[in-house]
């Protein structure tokens, strides 16, 4: 891993020096969930959080290439917090192109062993009107051309996702989710998370499908982060905020990009807020999870049968086991 940060003056300079010290000593110590950091995942309309104190642009190149954005490093609600938005500040990448293994890699890097995930979603269901907020624990997945693991080029390994979401972890988000949530608005704990491939929006066949399965959202990034983030040991949970009815309900225009903007705007700083009050809350309960030993008996192939190209660049979720 290479970091680059950013030019500044003499002053700032030692201020970066001092921090990688400390960075590199997190990343070989990632266990100790004492010392561990939040990662925050903005997605559309999530570009920064004005809130992130003290912070610092960190510029990493990844085995999987470089990531959508600079890593953003500051405190939150008292807690050491990494922060990258998920397209890009300038939202670049599509759904399809985000460099979902690249951003993952870059977090755990960086000692962060949870992450809450901002992102916009489409309701599936009456009772989930636009504006509201979901905390989903479990998806189906349609997407289709992304890779989805880090196990691959001579090395298998299966972990589990009959949980996809970590349940301690969502569980904090709604708690503090519900007690910021303004009169008139809803966050629904529980759900299931359709993941499309994207662009474009759903037909109304599709959307209507999706409902008959008993979906509760429909999103385009979620499940490849969650899946990536299980193998490499980082608690999971999404603050999912619908934004409009996806194309299924008949007495509400169809979905269109005016739409989902003015409530992407309308959710941004109440989502960045629920963000702060659970980092805070992170900060002082530091949940242990499932998700932070999920390679345990997940690791299939023989250390000594795997290439060493492709040792390298696993190593830094494998080394616990493998040495």
């Not at 010392?35 to 309309?45: M, P, T, W, Y």
């Not at 109304?204 to 008993?214: D, I, N, T």
Request: hydrophobic residues 35%; contains cysteine; proline residues 5%.
């Amino acid at each position: 891993m290479r970091i680059h940060s950013p030019s500044t003056q003499h002053e700032g300079m030692s201020m970066t020096a001092t921090y990688k010290d400390k960075m590199i000593n997190k990343h070989f110590s990632s266990s100790d969930l004492g010392k561990a950091r939040l990662g925050v995942i903005g997605g559309s309309g999530l570009y920064s959080i004005d809130a992130l104190a003290n912070s610092t642009e960190l510029h990493i190149e990844t085995p999987y290439g470089k990531p959508s954005d600079t890593l953003r490093l500051g405190t939150l609600g008292g807690m050491e917090v990494i922060f990258l938005a998920r397209h890009g500040r300038h939202h670049t990448f599509p759904p399809t192109e985000i460099p979902y293994r690249a951003n993952i890699w870059a977090l755990r890097s960086l000692g962060v062993r949870w992450i809450l995930s901002a992102s916009a979603v489409g309701s599936l269901q009456e009772q989930i009107r636009p504006l509201d907020m979901v905390i989903p624990d479990q998806f189906i997945d349609r997407t289709h051309q992304r890779p989805i693991s880090f196990f691959c080029d001579g090395v298998v390994a299966h972990v589990t996702m009959a949980d996809p979401f970590c349940p301690t972890l969502s569980r904090l988000l709604a708690e503090e989710g519900e007690k910021i949530m303004p009169e008139g608005r809803q966050i629904h704990r529980g759900g299931t998370y359709l993941a499309m491939e994207g662009p474009a929006f759903s037909t109304r066949a599709e959307s209507k499908l999706y409902r008959s399965w008993g979906c509760s959202i429909i999103g385009m990034t979620n499940h490849t982060e969650a899946r990536l983030a299980r193998e490499a040991e980082i608690a999971y949970a999404s603050l999912s905020m619908a934004t409009d009815y996806d194309c299924w309900h008949q007495d509400h225009e169809e979905v269109s990009v005016e739409m989902v903007i003015g409530n992407l705007k309308a959710n941004a700083l109440l989502g960045a807020k629920i963000v702060e009050a659970t980092a805070q809350k992170v900060s002082f309960v530091r949940p242990n999870s499932d998700s932070h030993s999920a390679l345990k008996d997940g690791l299939m192939t023989q250390k000594e049968k795997v290439p060493e190209k492709t040792r390298k660049k696993i190593n830094i979720f494998t080394k616990t086991y493998w040495g």
